[in-house]
């Protein structure tokens, strides 16, 4: 499975981003099999898990520091992973990753076994 995040960039500290994150090579599975999420990492800080996703897009789980402000989606369809986050903070700043993982069950918890390039997203003052 390959990922492709995208939409990352420059905002100023109370602004929206929308993050995307393309999905491929789901061979013999489809996109709806995986479990999905958004992890970050900040400057000199270990990455974090922010929010995943179940295969049906039913279920969601929120890191307490985006709650509110972030919301997560999907689009089987479209073989596509989104992040809307609003009403950033200077401390959402990070490298944005997606990640995947083959699910049964349809919660949102989990380890993940594939995970895209990044994509940096600055917040400013």
């Known amino acids: 499975v390959q990922l492709q995040a995208s939409g990352g960039g420059l905002v100023q500290a109370g602004g929206s981003l929308r993050l995307s994150c393309a999905a491929s090579?789901?061979?013999?599975?489809?996109?709806?099999?995986?479990?999905m999420g958004w992890f970050r990492r900040a400057p000199g800080t270990e990455r974090e898990f922010v929010v995943g996703i179940s295969w049906s897009g039913g279920n969601t789980y929120y890191a307490d520091s985006v709650k509110g402000r972030f919301t997560i989606s999907r689009d089987n369809a479209k073989n596509t992973l989104y992040l809307q986050m609003n009403s950033l903070k200077l401390e959402d700043t990070a490298v944005y990753y997606c990640?995947?993982?083959?699910?049964?069950?349809?919660?949102?918890?989990?380890?993940?076994?594939?995970w895209g390039q990044g994509t940096l997203v600055t917040v400013s003052s």
């Open positions: 990640a995947a993982a083959f699910s049964v069950g349809d919660d949102p918890f989990g380890t993940y076994d594939y």
């Open positions: 090579g789901v061979s013999g599975r489809t996109f709806s099999h995986y479990r």
